[in-house]
């Protein structure tokens, strides 16, 4: 492979991860289908380390307002404080259920990761996306306990390749009664945990690597630089429009294109 073409096929995977993480068309999913079809190599860790922090970053950037009023008001003593502890203490609620499944099923899943299975589950997200879209609540319901950890279980779901964690999130909390605002809003914060927790695992298996790089005699630096800078900005972009999709209850075409590419998976 030319340092040429490596450079694009790194572009073009950043551009995948930063865009589908947020967009509910599954980023593990695409990234699985783009590597099979730019022929790179399965296996490279370092790179997944460095997008998915990015990613993370990304969200970190977009809600730094609701972030950094969250961590001011959860030291104060009532009032403001009660509802950021509360607020928190939902948000790692919800990632309960994806670091039990995350972790005991993670070697299964990657046994299972084939494009035919993606393609799958990416008409299972096709469908969550299409129910979700006709939801009209009667009236708004708070955030509890109780639909928070059934939020948490379809984050959860989205372990398997194929099925989108913001799509799948999003429509269990529109399901449940909650705003289309507050869903998307903490759909996406309750995905840092998640983000942060499985970096910090591949981080683990980077270290534990006997070969952390996809040809140590070859280092791609330039390539994972463009690719990384590709998903921190399409991340940015993707998180704020899926923010304006949700409010307003434009999703169907991403049933659709989920539609297509599932499709397309089965047969490839």
């Given at each position: 492979m030319s340092d040429a073409w490596e450079t694009i096929s790194y572009l073009i995977l950043?551009?995948?991860?930063?865009?589908?993480?947020?967009?509910?068309?599954?980023?593990?999913?695409?990234?699985?289908?783009?590597?099979?079809?730019?022929?790179?190599?399965?296996?490279?860790?370092?790179?997944?380390?460095?997008?998915?922090?990015?990613?993370?970053?990304?969200?970190?950037?977009?809600?730094?307002?609701?972030?950094?009023?969250?961590?001011?008001?959860?030291?104060?003593?009532e009032g403001e404080g009660l509802k950021a502890r509360k607020y928190v203490g939902l948000i790692v609620l919800s990632a309960i259920p994806a670091?039990?499944?995350?972790?005991?099923?993670?070697?299964?899943?990657?046994?299972?990761?084939?494009?035919?299975?993606?393609g799958a589950m990416l008409l299972?997200?096709?469908?969550?996306?299409?129910?979700?879209?006709?939801?009209?609540?009667?009236?708004?319901?708070?955030?509890t306990s109780g639909n928070v950890i059934l939020i948490g279980v379809a984050q959860a779901m989205a372990i398997l390749p194929g099925i989108s964690r913001s799509g799948s999130t999003i429509g269990a909390a529109l399901l449940l009664g909650i705003s289309r605002a507050e869903a998307a809003k903490f759909s996406f914060l309750m995905a840092l945990p998640p983000i942060i927790g499985a970096n910090l695992l591949e981080i683990k298996d980077l270290t534990e690597a006997s070969e952390p790089f996809v040809n140590n005699s070859h280092i791609p630096f330039f390539g994972y630089t463009v690719g990384v800078v590709a998903?921190?900005?399409?991340?940015?972009?993707?998180?704020?429009?899926?923010?304006?999709?949700?409010?307003?209850?434009?999703?169907?075409?991403?049933?659709?294109?989920?539609?297509?590419?599932g499709m397309f998976a089965l047969f490839l």
């Open positions: 950043g551009l995948l991860q930063g865009l589908t993480e947020f967009l509910p068309v599954s980023s593990s999913g695409h990234l699985a289908l783009g590597t099979s079809m730019l022929q790179l190599p399965e296996e490279d860790l370092t790179f997944a380390v460095l997008v998915h922090g990015a990613t993370a970053l990304s969200t970190i950037v977009v809600f730094r307002a609701d972030i950094t009023r969250l961590f001011l008001n959860f030291f104060k003593k670091a039990a499944i995350g972790l005991s099923m993670k070697d299964a899943i990657e046994n299972i990761a084939s494009t035919q299975f993606v299972i997200t096709a469908v969550i996306l299409a129910v979700s879209q006709k939801v009209k609540a009667a009236f708004e319901k708070p955030l998903a921190f900005l399409a991340g940015i972009a993707a998180c704020k429009w899926m923010v304006a999709l949700v409010k307003g209850a434009n999703l169907m075409w991403f049933a659709v294109y989920c539609l297509i590419v």
